[in-house]
């Protein structure tokens, strides 16, 4: 196929491929099947490969994300990202609605939307093109998240129909689905990570994560409400975001044009109870003055517009009583304190437990047994208590003393510097820690032992046949056949599946270690930089601090863990036994180390491979692929149009520019 055969498939797989996104991502009417979809996806990176030169930054294959970034850029916003005025009540809204009529009179319409629990975001467009996508920041100025926005499939990398002006900016929402937030925090919960407390602080996390691919997998929705631009091509809100609709946007479904208040407390009240059926969170609704006209002479404070006003709902609450405390000993030892409530119906369901967080929130709310409490559900999931109602407080009532001793092991409950909880450190023997080490150990995502359940585990700690993980590859059957309720085939079933264990690859056994701090994803990117267990259990904390995603917290974890002696003990076990402590032959020999501690800037287009081939042929090879140049780059590896900006920089800072070629001869074994 010659060039201009391949480029005309390109042009038509991608036209292809953004459709059925849109389809798919903005409209939720799907076009195509999973596999179909995936045919053209693939077809299209098969002639990217073999064309590198004819990769567009506008290509559906940027979606899946793939580039590093350790800083930011700062970015200054052309138009300021105003915030909206909150209101709570009927009265506070009639107050907006009598200022506006002063202003435009008594003609004029409202607009009423939802208001989107995420964070905003600004989309840049020119000539249908998206080259930018910032975040709110400071309002005036905000961080450059264009390679994360772009694994975001509703945002439309290139517009579709016509009419959209040449120059604009779309403004919007970025969030997470409930479904996805609640599958991610089931992971987190799986590494021993904190989960996230709702689904706006995870879409928050995400969106700053350095790692474009991790982006990617997390799944982010968005839904723009506001264009901005220097000459729009119509004069009504609502009319402009149909038509933005056209062009690829995702835009609510849920939007209505209104004659007055009347019109603005009944789409308040609709939504007051159909928004716990919405996939995700809303926290409000708001009301903007429909004509652009009118909106300019409304104008704007130095922190809203005058056109505009939310209106927030109140988080759902009741009030019960509070019957008891439990605390629960986690995997890592956190110590949680679990109310037990009479039950009560809260936004749809039957609540008997809350959450209290830890200690000092006990304190601050000063509750006590038998107290009348306020329970509520606001963007998180797990209710939480936030008052005691004081009125209704018993005489003599008890305070609530978190305990000193560990509720399942007796051991001294400690507290760590900078966290706010009590944990038990006597990981090495108390029960629950135990067992939920093992239970982690054979999870489906780690070693995959399935004929092993949290009851076998149970049965197996108490009849002192389990200690640590490593005590689970010294079972026979003849050990575990007199256990209760244990026949013959599930025991040999238990025997199989360890035996089985030891081929499962090294990325996933370092996973299942249990680490603080070590999910699935970044174990993974452990295993490919380090390669094998010996180096990572050597790396230091400045080494590790050089794996895309590690910080200071997560490297001290992984070098306190290599430096516990038990913990060495059990690993040295695991290595007799002969489980997996190093990547695979076949995929070692496409990794080197000939590029430690270089870092690599890549700009432009080039003929041989394309740039996500590239920046894996850096970290493969030990490098660091880093977004912009700085006087710590060491090369930049340069194509075809690298942009002046670039080249200017890196002359001023003396950073010498290579070609494809020589890099690749740098790698050449
Ligand atoms: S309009 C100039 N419309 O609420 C104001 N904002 O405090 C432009 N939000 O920062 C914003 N849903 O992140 C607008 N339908 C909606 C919205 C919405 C959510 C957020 C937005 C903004 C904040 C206002």
Redo the contacts with the bound molecule.
Sequence with gaps: MDKHEAEKEINKLSEQIEAHNYNYYALSKPSISDFEFDKLLERLIQLEKEHPDLVKPDSPTQRVGGFVTKEFKQVKHRYP????ANTYSEEELNDFDERVRKVVGDDFEYCC????DG??ISLIYKNGILQQAIT?GDGTQGDDITTNAKTIRSIPLKLTGHGYPEEFEM?G?VYLPLKVFEKINKEREDAGDEPFANPRNCASGTLKMQDSAEVARRKLDSTL??ILGESLPYNEHYESLEHAKKWGFKISEHTELVKDMQGVHAFIAKWEKKRHDLPFDIDGI?I?VNSFRQQNMLGLTAK??RW?V?FKYQAEKASTTLNSISFQVGRTGVVTPVANLNPVLLAGTMVKRATLHNADNIKKLDIRLGDTVWVEKGGEIIPKITEVDLSKRKPHSEVVEFPKHCPECNALLIRREGEAGYVCPNDKNCPPQIKGKIEHFVARRAMNIESMGSETIDLLFKAGLVHNISDLYNLSAEKIIPLERMAEKSANNIIQGIEDSKNVPFERVLFALGIRHVGETLAKKLAYHFKNLDSLEKASQEQLLNVPDVGEIIAKSIVENFSDPHQIKIIEVLREKGLKFALDEAEMALFSNVLEGKSFVISGVFAKHSRDELVNLIEKNGGKHVGSISAKTSYIVAGENMGPAKADKAKKLNIPLITEDEFIKMIEK
Excluded: G, H, I
Aim: net charge positive; proline share 5%; hydrophobic share 40%.
């Design positions: 990202m105003l915030s909206l939307e939802l208001k989107y964070l905003s709110r403004r929402e409400y506001y708001v903007k809203s517009p505009a939310a």
